[in-house]
């Protein structure tokens, strides 16, 4: 992998600095992403939307084993420019805790949404209907093609959780997770909401570690 520059780091909510997001924008062409990268670019040609955020150059890239599918990018992502754990925003602070928590190195896993453009305005984001779903699929699958190490597929939050059908229809061969969305509504409103995240990503650990019991 191409050395990461000292000046990135890798702490929450750090590409709320402009700085962050351009010296990660100098990864995109390393060789774990260049091919993602071309992939995001003709995801924006193709279907003419121009908010489709990068993959974070600090993932795992092209040699990911986990595929961490949400439903689509917010706001915070479309400005920083990635689909990352270190926008500035709750949901991703959340999901970078909890990660580090699971002991999961995020250099075996990637991120990305089922529909991967912002479907918002005005600075929100609307919930994604099923035509959204439909056209986020055809990229979702060749996501998938591209992930020759894919072994895991996480499907985070409801919305994701619709493509587990399609997924298995053309990849039997992954393990298919289901885990709640890390976002604050959530995670607040009860405290065991926590730990159903946590169960979840540890099961992710287990399967990518080979430690997973099989009753």
């Known amino acids: 992998m191409m050395g990461v520059p000292a000046e990135v780091i890798d702490v929450p909510k750090c590409?709320?600095?402009?700085?962050q997001c351009d010296a990660r924008l100098a990864l995109l062409r390393s060789p774990l992403m260049g091919e993602l990268t071309a992939f995001v670019e003709l995801v924006r040609i193709e279907s003419g939307e121009p908010d489709v955020p990068y993959f974070d150059p600090l993932d795992g890239g092209i040699e990911a084993e986990c595929l961490f599918l949400l439903e689509a990018p917010g706001p915070k992502a479309v400005l920083s420019g990635f689909v990352s754990r270190n926008?500035?925003?709750e949901t991703a602070k959340n999901w970078f805790e909890l990660n580090l928590e699971a002991g999961i190195d995020r250099?075996?896993?990637i991120m990305w949404n089922i529909v991967p453009w912002y479907i918002g305005r005005d600075g929100g984001i609307r919930p994604a209907t099923t035509a959204d779903l439909e056209l986020g699929l055809?990229?979702?699958h060749r996501l998938v093609s591209l992930l020759s190490a894919l072994?895991?597929?996480?499907?985070v939050g409801k919305k994701a959780g619709r493509?587990?059908?399609s997924i298995q229809a053309w990849a039997s061969r992954l393990t298919i997770i289901e885990l709640p969305h890390?976002?604050?509504v959530f995670l607040n409103r009860r405290p065991h909401?926590?730990?159903?995240?946590r169960q979840g990503l540890q099961h992710v650990r287990e399967v990518l570690d080979g430690t997973e019991v099989v009753a």
């Not at 072994?151 to 499907?155: D, E, G, Q, S």
């Open 138 to 140: 055809p990229y979702l």
């Open 15 to 19: 590409l709320g600095d402009r700085g």
């Open 107 to 109: 250099r075996r896993t």
């Open 182 to 184: 890390p976002s604050p």
């Open 87 to 89: 926008n500035p925003d």
């Open 193 to 197: 909401h926590r730990d159903l995240v």
């Open 163 to 165: 493509a587990r059908t």
């Open 151 to 155: 072994r895991v597929v996480a499907l």
